[in-house]
């Protein structure tokens, strides 16, 4: 009854986060999960709803509190059968 979901893509991005630092700055972290969102939403060509920030990418953008996200991050982009994608850090 449960299908296993098979990666069919992936890919290495380093997104840039500049633009965060545009929006005030109580909205900034926040922003920049949105920026993530909607850049791999074009470049997988899929809708932004369908877009899962993982646990790991989540942290670090929060980490230094809502007003200072990084300001590159480098993710690894999994896009999965069922239309769904799981975007996470980068192990360095």
Request: aromatic share 6%; no cysteine; glycine share 4%.
């Amino acid at each position: 009854m449960s299908e296993e979901k098979k990666v069919v893509l992936t890919r290495e991005y380093v997104v840039n986060l500049r633009r965060a630092y545009e929006v005030s700055r109580t909205k900034r972290a926040k922003y920049a999960v949105g920026l993530i969102r909607r850049f791999v939403a074009r470049h997988l060509k899929v809708e932004s709803k369908n877009v899962r920030i993982g646990q790991a990418l989540n942290e670090v953008l929060w980490m230094r509190s809502i007003e200072k996200p990084p300001r590159k991050v480098r993710v690894v982009v999994e896009k999965l059968s069922d239309g769904t994608v799981k975007v996470d850090l980068k192990n360095v």
